[in-house]
C-alpha cells in the first residue's frame, strides 16, 4: 500500500511537475525517499530553503506551470517564506510542501514546533494542514488547483510521521487549462464611449498584456496611442512596437513619464502599477483588469472594465473610431528618440582608470546574449540598467521579483530558470549585496551542473539604498560592501570566474564569460557614484539632494561629492 509521500510524488508526476526544489530535514524523509524511488521527479538540493522557492517561483513565472518546493519543519519550511512571498505577489503558480513536527506533539511547545498554516497565510492563496491519512488526497487535489485557478501559492502542510503512513489512494492527473475573462457588453460600450472622446490616448500597458501583442498594435494604431510599459511587460509589449515610449516610475525615463502626464485619456490594461505620484491628475482613466479587486486601487477610475486584456482589447477594436490626429504620438515617440539617445550615450566605456559605467556593462552583456536569454536582475540599479538598456524581442524574457522587491532574486531564480530551461542561457544580474546575502546558492550551479551567468555589479555598495538616502537628504551610512573578489570565490567553488576592472578589458570578457560550457561568474568593478535619476525630480527630492550634500560636506567626506559629480558629469550637464 502507498505511504501519504508516495501519493504526492505520483500525482506531481501525473501532472506534469518535473523536479522539487528543497533540502532534505528528517520531517521530510518519508517524501525525499519517494523522490529517490522516482527518478522522473527530480529533487533539486539547494543550500537555503528560501532559494529553494525562488527558484519555484521563476519556474513558474516562466512556464505558467505548477512548480514546486518543499522545506522540513520549523526553521526550514519558515526559510520558504521571503520566495513564497515573491510568487504569490507575482502571482505565480506554486505548491509549497511544509513539513510538520509529528501529530502527537503539535500544541506542546516541541522542538522546532511552528504553525505554519498561521505563518504562510498571508503569503499564500490556500494554507491548510494534513491531520489524517485519507484527508491528503482531496487536500493535494484542492491545493493544485487553488495554486493554478488563483495563480498563486498554495501550501500544503504534512506532519512528518503522516508522511510515512499508508492510505488507499490512486495518484491523480491535476491540470488547469488556462482562461480569459470576457468583459460585459456594457463595460465595453462605457469604454468605448470614453475613448472616442479622448483625443490624447495614453496606453499603460501592463503584464496582463501577455499574449495579446498583436491587438495591443493594432489598438494603439486606431487610437494613436503611445505605449508606456512597466517592467514587468518589458517583454511582452517593448518588441516590434513602433509605439513604445518606455517605461515611466522611479527606474523608467522621461518618455513614458510625458505620455501620461500629456494624455487626456489614460487606458491602463492590465497593471497593478503601483506609484501614484507617476500618474495624472487631469486625465479620465480607463482600467481593464481580469480582477475586478484591482481597478481604482491606485488612481481615481472613471471606467472600469472586468475582463482579461486580449478578449476586451479585441472586443473594443471594431467599433472605435479611427482617422484620429497623430500629433499627440508624434510627439511623444519624438521625445521618445532624444530619451533613448541620451541614455544610450551613457551606455559607453569609462574614462582611462575609472570603474566601469554599469549601463556600458549591460549593453554589452544585450549585444552579446542569445537571441532567446533569459535575464534576471537583483532588486536595485540591476533592475534599473535592465530596463533602460536590455532590448527585448519576443523570445527574450526578462523576469525578477519586481512586485516583493526582495534582494538576492537574482541568483535564486536563475537556478530554476536554469532548471526548466537545460539549453536555453540564463544571465543573473546580480548585485554585489544581492549575490552575497545567498553566496551558497553558487555551490548548487556547481552541484546541479546548472550553465547560469552570473554578473556582478560590484560597487562595494547597497547602491540603490545609497540613492535613496541622498534624495531624502541622508549622508550614506551603513551601505558600504567590503567584497571579496568574486571571481576567486566562483573558481573556489567550481564556477568558472572572470574579473573586470576596466571598460578596456570588458567586451572580450563578456564574450568569453557567455561562451562557458558550464556556470560562470563575472565580477566588474562598476561605478558607486552613478546616478540612476529618474524621469522626473520633485522639488523635495532635490531639496533631500540639497541637504545631503551640505552634511556630506559638514561630516568631513567632501571627497564623495567630487566623485558623484566626475562619475555622472555626462548625465548632469
Same mark, same amino acid.
Given at each position: 500500500?502507498?505511504?501519504?509521500?508516495?501519493?504526492?510524488?505520483?500525482?506531481?508526476?501525473?501532472?506534469?511537475?518535473?523536479?522539487?526544489?528543497?533540502?532534505?530535514?528528517?520531517?521530510?524523509?518519508?517524501?525525499?525517499?519517494?523522490?529517490?524511488?522516482?527518478?522522473?521527479?527530480?529533487?533539486?538540493?539547494?543550500?537555503?530553503?528560501?532559494?529553494?522557492?525562488?527558484?519555484?517561483?521563476?519556474?513558474?513565472?516562466?512556464?505558467?506551470?505548477?512548480?514546486?518546493?518543499?522545506?522540513?519543519?520549523?526553521?526550514?519550511?519558515?526559510?520558504?517564506?521571503?520566495?513564497?512571498?515573491?510568487?504569490?505577489?507575482?502571482?505565480?503558480?506554486?505548491?509549497?510542501?511544509?513539513?510538520?513536527?509529528?501529530?502527537?506533539?503539535?500544541?506542546?511547545?516541541?522542538?522546532?514546533?511552528?504553525?505554519?498554516?498561521?505563518?504562510?497565510?498571508?503569503?499564500?492563496?490556500?494554507?491548510?494542514?494534513?491531520?489524517?491519512?485519507?484527508?491528503?488526497?482531496?487536500?493535494?487535489?484542492?491545493?493544485?488547483?487553488?495554486?493554478?485557478?488563483?495563480?498563486?501559492?498554495?501550501?500544503?502542510?504534512?506532519?512528518?510521521?503522516?508522511?510515512?503512513?499508508?492510505?488507499?489512494?490512486?495518484?491523480?492527473?491535476?491540470?488547469?487549462?488556462?482562461?480569459?475573462?470576457?468583459?460585459?457588453?456594457?463595460?465595453?460600450?462605457?469604454?468605448?464611449?470614453?475613448?472616442?472622446?479622448?483625443?490624447?490616448?495614453?496606453?499603460?500597458?501592463?503584464?496582463?498584456?501577455?499574449?495579446?501583442?498583436?491587438?495591443?498594435?493594432?489598438?494603439?494604431?486606431?487610437?494613436?496611442?503611445?505605449?508606456?510599459?512597466?517592467?514587468?511587460?518589458?517583454?511582452?509589449?517593448?518588441?516590434?512596437?513602433?509605439?513604445?515610449?518606455?517605461?515611466?516610475?522611479?527606474?523608467?525615463?522621461?518618455?513614458?513619464?510625458?505620455?501620461?502626464?500629456?494624455?487626456?485619456?489614460?487606458?491602463?490594461?492590465?497593471?497593478?502599477?503601483?506609484?501614484?505620484?507617476?500618474?495624472?491628475?487631469?486625465?479620465?482613466?480607463?482600467?481593464?483588469?481580469?480582477?475586478?479587486?484591482?481597478?481604482?486601487?491606485?488612481?481615481? *477610475?472613471?471606467?472600469? $472594465? @472586468?475582463?482579461?486584456? /486580449?478578449?476586451?482589447?479585441?472586443?473594443?477594436?471594431? %467599433? +472605435?473610431? &479611427?482617422?484620429?490626429?497623430?500629433?499627440?504620438?508624434?510627439?511623444?515617440?519624438?521625445?521618445?528618440?532624444?530619451?533613448?539617445?541620451?541614455?544610450?550615450?551613457?551606455?559607453?566605456?569609462?574614462?582611462?582608470?575609472?570603474?566601469?559605467?554599469?549601463?556600458?556593462?549591460?549593453?554589452?552583456?544585450?549585444?552579446?546574449?542569445?537571441?532567446?536569454?533569459?535575464?534576471?536582475?537583483? *532588486?536595485?540599479?540591476? $533592475? @534599473?540598467?535592465?530596463? /533602460?538598456?536590455?532590448?527585448?524581442?519576443?523570445?527574450? %524574457? +526578462?523576469? &525578477?521579483?519586481?512586485?516583493?522587491?526582495?534582494?538576492?532574486?537574482?541568483?535564486?531564480?536563475?537556478?530554476?530558470?536554469?532548471?526548466?530551461?537545460?539549453?536555453?542561457?540564463?544571465?543573473?544580474?546580480?548585485?554585489?549585496?544581492?549575490?552575497?546575502?545567498?553566496?551558497?546558492?553558487?555551490?548548487?550551479?556547481?552541484?546541479?551542473?546548472?550553465?547560469?551567468?552570473?554578473?556582478?555589479?560590484?560597487?562595494?555598495?547597497?547602491?540603490?539604498?545609497?540613492?535613496?538616502?541622498?534624495?531624502?537628504?541622508?549622508?550614506?551610512? &551603513?551601505?558600504?560592501?567590503?567584497?571579496?573578489?568574486?571571481?576567486?570565490?566562483?573558481?573556489?567553488?567550481?564556477?568558472?570566474?572572470?574579473?573586470?576592472?576596466?571598460?578596456?578589458?570588458?567586451?572580450?570578457?563578456?564574450?568569453?564569460?557567455?561562451?562557458?560550457?558550464?556556470?560562470?561568474?563575472?565580477?566588474?568593478?562598476?561605478?558607486?557614484?552613478?546616478?540612476?535619476?529618474?524621469?522626473?525630480?520633485?522639488?523635495?527630492?532635490?531639496?533631500?539632494?540639497?541637504?545631503?550634500?551640505?552634511?556630506?560636506?559638514?561630516? &568631513?567626506?567632501?571627497?564623495?561629492?567630487?566623485?558623484?559629480?566626475?562619475?555622472?558629469?555626462?548625465?548632469?550637464?
Amino acid at each position: 500500500m502507498p505511504t501519504i509521500s508516495d501519493v504526492i510524488a505520483d500525482t506531481l508526476i501525473a501532472s506534469g511537475v518535473r523536479r522539487v526544489y528543497g533540502i532534505p530535514g528528517d520531517s521530510l524523509n518519508g517524501f525525499t525517499d519517494a523522490l529517490r524511488t522516482r527518478p522522473e521527479l527530480a529533487w533539486v538540493h539547494v543550500r537555503h530553503e528560501e532559494a529553494a522557492a525562488f527558484a519555484a517561483s521563476a519556474e513558474a513565472g516562466l512556464t505558467g506551470e505548477l512548480a514546486v518546493c518543499a522545506g522540513s519543519c520549523g526553521p526550514g519550511n519558515l526559510h520558504l517564506i521571503n520566495g513564497l512571498y515573491d510568487a504569490n505577489r507575482s502571482r505565480v503558480p506554486v505548491l509549497a510542501i511544509a513539513a510538520q513536527i509529528p501529530t502527537a506533539e503539535i500544541g506542546s511547545n516541541f522542538f522546532q514546533e511552528t504553525h505554519p498554516r498561521e505563518l504562510f497565510r498571508e503569503c499564500s492563496v490556500f494554507a491548510e494542514e494534513v491531520t489524517h491519512a485519507e484527508q491528503m488526497p482531496r487536500l493535494l487535489r484542492i491545493a493544485m488547483r487553488e495554486a493554478l485557478g488563483k495563480r498563486g501559492v498554495a501550501v500544503l502542510i504534512v506532519p512528518g510521521d503522516l508522511g510515512t503512513t499508508s492510505v488507499e489512494a490512486e495518484p491523480e492527473r491535476v491540470v488547469q487549462p488556462g482562461s480569459e475573462v470576457v468583459p460585459a457588453d456594457e463595460s465595453v460600450a462605457a469604454a468605448l464611449e470614453t475613448l472616442n472622446a479622448g483625443s490624447k490616448v495614453t496606453i499603460l500597458a501592463g503584464a496582463g498584456c501577455a499574449g495579446a501583442h498583436d491587438e495591443l498594435m493594432q489598438l494603439a494604431e486606431l487610437l494613436q496611442a503611445p505605449i508606456v510599459h512597466t517592467v514587468r511587460s518589458k517583454d511582452h509589449v517593448e518588441y516590434d512596437n513602433p509605439y513604445d515610449v518606455g517605461l515611466t516610475g522611479l527606474i523608467g525615463f522621461s518618455s513614458g513619464y510625458r505620455a501620461m502626464e500629456a494624455c487626456d485619456t489614460l487606458l491602463m490594461l492590465g497593471t497593478d502599477f503601483p506609484y501614484q505620484q507617476f500618474f495624472p491628475t487631469a486625465a479620465t482613466v480607463i482600467q481593464v483588469d481580469e480582477r475586478g479587486s484591482q481597478l481604482g486601487r491606485r488612481t481615481k *477610475v472613471h471606467t472600469a $472594465v @472586468v475582463g482579461s486584456v /486580449r478578449p476586451t482589447v479585441a472586443a473594443l477594436l471594431p %467599433r +472605435l473610431v &479611427g482617422g484620429r490626429s497623430s500629433k499627440h504620438l508624434d510627439a511623444m515617440t519624438k521625445h521618445y528618440a532624444r530619451a533613448r539617445k541620451d541614455l544610450d550615450e551613457l551606455a559607453t566605456p569609462s574614462r582611462r582608470g575609472a570603474a566601469v559605467h554599469p549601463q556600458y556593462l549591460t549593453r554589452l552583456l544585450d549585444e552579446a546574449a542569445d537571441d532567446d536569454a533569459i535575464f534576471i536582475p537583483d *532588486v536595485g540599479s540591476p $533592475v @534599473v540598467w535592465a530596463a /533602460r538598456h536590455l532590448h527585448m524581442n519576443g523570445a527574450r %524574457r +526578462l523576469i &525578477g521579483s519586481f512586485n516583493h522587491g526582495s534582494m538576492a532574486n537574482a541568483l535564486t531564480q536563475a537556478i530554476g530558470a536554469q532548471s526548466a530551461y537545460p539549453g536555453r542561457q540564463v544571465i543573473a544580474l546580480a548585485g554585489d549585496g544581492g549575490l552575497a546575502m545567498l553566496l551558497g546558492e553558487l555551490i548548487t550551479l556547481a552541484q546541479q551542473q546548472l550553465p547560469v551567468k552570473v554578473v556582478v555589479y560590484d560597487n562595494s555598495s547597497l547602491n540603490f539604498v545609497e540613492l535613496e538616502m541622498k534624495a531624502a537628504g541622508f549622508v550614506n551610512f &551603513g551601505t558600504q560592501l567590503d567584497n571579496p573578489d568574486f571571481a576567486k570565490v566562483g573558481d573556489a567553488l567550481g564556477v568558472r570566474g572572470w574579473r573586470v576592472e576596466r571598460s578596456k578589458d570588458l567586451p572580450g570578457a563578456v564574450t568569453e564569460f557567455l561562451a562557458h560550457d558550464g556556470p560562470a561568474i563575472l565580477d566588474v568593478v562598476t561605478a558607486r557614484q552613478e546616478l540612476s535619476i529618474p524621469p522626473t525630480v520633485t522639488a523635495e527630492q532635490a531639496k533631500g539632494f540639497a541637504l545631503f550634500a551640505i552634511r556630506t560636506v559638514m561630516s &568631513g567626506r567632501g571627497t564623495e561629492l567630487v566623485d558623484l559629480a566626475r562619475t555622472n558629469m555626462r548625465q548632469i550637464f
